[in-house]
């Protein structure tokens, strides 16, 4: 099982530009969930997707969107990027049987 | 709304018993977890406890609540090395599919 999967790892961007991070859930889970870790702080609550659609939405602009597939993988779309965007972004797999959420190792965005 | 404090620092030398502390706002918390949070990598689950349980050992692990004063602990037996992270508590009201909100986490460092 390889667990939750995040690509790219890191990814360097210019102010304006847009990024698109991808995300594989842990074998057997349905539920995506993305998390903002801004350096120094705890993960922050971006959105929830289950059954390909957001279920759960945190206090983020509408820069921020995303999308689930039939597989259960999921993106995170940031457009517009501004340099506060900076952070390691985590993607975490739950399912309702389960308790806890996994997570992946996260995507290091640096905005320049 | 949710908010969750940990204290920022705690060192403890190898082999003592480690006590990190958190304190959440909401009472309609239903779970409450432990997360530990190695440098560069994404957040491990280590724990959790359901709000109406005082107390969860899990080997090293003891997970004390009191739910009056909307307290959590997280003590670690026999610490090591290893176990130098930056520990996180979360809650949720919900099961599986989780909107985590996390405290700002505390960075535990082992003294050999």
């Known amino acids: 099982d390889a667990g939750v999967t995040q690509s790219p790892t890191h990814l360097i961007k210019t102010r304006g530009q847009q990024v698109t991070l991808r995300c594989s859930p842990k074998?057997?889970?349905?539920?995506v969930s993305w998390y903002q870790q801004a350096l120094g702080q705890g993960p922050q609550f971006i959105f929830q997707?289950?059954?390909?659609?957001?279920?759960q939405r945190g206090n983020f602009p509408d820069r921020f969107s995303g999308h689930q597939f039939p597989n259960y993988s999921s993106e995170l779309n940031v457009n517009a990027l501004l340099l506060g965007d900076s952070a390691l972004y985590l993607c975490?797999?739950?399912?309702?049987?389960?308790?806890?959420?996994?997570f992946g190792q996260g995507t290091r965005l640096t905005v320049v | 709304g949710e908010d969750v404090e940990q204290s920022l620092f705690l060192s403890v030398r190898e082999g003592d018993s480690s006590v990190i502390n958190c304190t959440y706002t909401?009472?309609?918390?239903?779970?409450l977890y432990w997360y530990k949070q190695e440098p560069g990598a994404g957040l491990q689950l280590l724990t959790y406890?359901?709000?109406?349980?005082d107390m969860k050992q899990d080997q090293r692990l003891t997970v004390l609540l009191n739910k009056k004063d909307k307290h959590l602990s997280l003590r670690i037996a026999d610490t090591q090395t290893g176990d130098s992270a930056i520990y996180f508590c979360?809650?949720?009201?919900?099961?599986?599919?989780?909107?985590?909100?996390f405290g700002t986490g505390t960075r535990l460092t082992v003294i050999p």
């Open positions: 975490a797999s739950s399912s309702y049987e389960n308790l806890g959420a996994f």
């Open positions: 074998s057997g889970h349905d539920t």
């Open positions: 997707y289950y059954e390909e659609e957001e279920r």
């Open positions: 909401d009472s309609s918390s239903t779970y």
């Open positions: 406890i359901f709000s109406n349980m």
């Open positions: 979360a809650e949720s009201i919900r099961t599986g599919a989780n909107n985590l909100f």
